[in-house]
């Protein structure tokens, strides 16, 4: 059966994606691309930023801005390029998990402590949280064949702090709680902030049960994550 077929909730969700290559090849070689393709036979509207050098809360800013779409009930999911959609019916679950949460997910943090450099780990020595704490399922490999599945906790939870690789919400997130990507950050702990300022508003972030298949583990501990740590601990007084 093809997949324009299965009944998808496509035409009010737009998909903002940034990459390093030109679009020709973000669609025939990255992860994201290559499963986007038939999602957008059926409705699915792309925002891609190709040849992009510019900090995710930059792009994503400016797609959020974007006056030829004024409905607030648009839906508008931001991923990484580098994940397979392995699920067929992830436009549904992104639209049912919007109606229990305000900003949606894969994985997170129930909780939230002082001086916490990433959802999953609670100091700079990076110790795992307690699994008691930690939500979501990814996916993590190369090609979805030889995936490692991470469970990280049980899913479909509230939680403090979300995972950037993959976010969902309503426009109207960002419009009526006067919510913006940070641009101090460029590809780290943006995913933290956001949290936090939902959280300041009153607002629910949570975890949603969407397979997909992470090519990347992160860069924890590099020279840019520590610079972005620091802005991410003033900014918060911590």
């Given at each position: 059966m093809e997949i324009s077929k299965i009944r998808l909730m496509n035409n009010n969700i737009v998909v903002v994606v940034a990459t390093r290559v030109d679009?020709?090849?973000?669609?025939?070689?990255?992860?994201?691309?290559?499963?986007?393709?038939?999602?957008?036979k059926d409705g699915l509207k792309l925002c891609l930023f190709e040849n992009n050098r510019l900090g995710l809360p930059r792009v994503y800013n400016r797609a959020l801005e974007d006056?030829?779409?004024t409905d607030t009930d648009t839906i508008f999911v931001f991923l990484h390029d580098d994940i397979y959609l392995t699920d067929f019916f992830w436009p549904n679950r992104v639209v049912t998990a919007l109606g229990h949460f305000d900003l949606v997910g894969l994985a997170g943090n129930k909780r939230r402590v002082a001086r916490q450099?990433?959802?999953?780990?609670?100091?700079?020595?990076?110790?795992?949280?307690?699994?008691?704490?930690?939500?979501?399922?990814?996916?993590?490999g190369n090609v979805p064949a030889d995936a490692n599945i991470s469970y990280f906790g049980v899913v479909r939870q509230r939680v403090a702090l979300l995972d950037g690789l993959f976010l969902a919400a309503h426009k109207r997130f960002f419009v009526d709680n006067n919510i913006r990507f940070d641009e101090q950050f460029n590809f780290h702990f943006y995913d933290m902030d956001i949290c936090r300022q939902a959280e300041e508003r009153g607002l629910r972030c949570g975890t949603w049960d969407i397979s997909v298949v992470h090519q990347s583990g992160g860069s924890f501990g590099s020279r840019d994550w520590i610079g972005e740590k620091d802005k991410y601990f003033d900014k918060w007084r911590e």
């Open positions: 679009k020709n090849s973000f669609f025939s070689k990255t992860a994201t691309g290559r499963t986007l393709v038939p999602y957008l006056t030829t779409d450099p990433s959802w999953a780990f609670i100091n700079d020595s990076f110790v795992w949280d307690e699994i008691s704490n930690l939500s979501g399922v990814v996916g993590h």
